[in-house]
């Protein structure tokens, strides 16, 4: 399912809107406080590239390293404005198992600061019925300027990888 109707179509490093309908934004402070006491799943949508195609067989390819806040899932490319009917099902079930299958799960979206990615993940997930949305704009520029831990992070696999 392409939800393409209720995003905006703007790059993701232009400024991102300041609120979030249907859900709520957190400061860095409102963010902490959640993932100190594991109230919510927090998800990391920020793009990772793909594995170049035509690769020759064994050669060893890593991506860009990654850092995001302790705990989180990383579902890269979830916040595109549109996404292929195979994403669309990757971030749909990664939600229903994230959220154990309720709709109502404390859900933090994030990627960089004012990154319209996570806006629109948020919203994404809004859409789909999730009423525990939240979105954290700072993301881990924010977490990091205020001396909060990062961990290395690894992309939850993507369809055809």
């Not at 390819?61 to 850092?67: A, D, E, I, K, T």
């Amino acid at each position: 399912m392409v939800l393409a109707g209720m995003l905006m179509a703007q790059a993701p490093e232009a400024d991102a809107p300041a609120t979030l309908p249907g859900g709520r934004v957190l400061d860095t402070a409102a963010a902490r406080a959640l993932w100190a006491a594991r109230a919510a799943v927090f998800i990391d949508v920020l793009p990772a590239p793909p594995r170049p195609a035509g690769l020759p067989a064994g050669t060893l390819w890593q991506g860009r390293p990654r850092r995001d806040i302790p705990g989180s899932v990383w579902l890269p490319d979830t916040g595109y404005p549109t996404l292929t009917p195979a994403m669309a099902e990757y971030f749909a079930a990664s939600l229903a198992r994230l959220s154990g299958g309720a709709q109502d799960a404390a859900l933090v979206f994030y990627c960089r600061a004012h990154c319209r990615h996570s806006w629109q993940a948020a919203q994404r997930a809004i859409a789909l019925g999730y009423t525990g949305v939240a979105w954290y704009p700072g993301g881990t520029d924010a977490w990091e300027a205020a001396g909060l831990p990062l961990s290395q992070a690894t992309p939850v696999r993507r369809p055809g990888e």
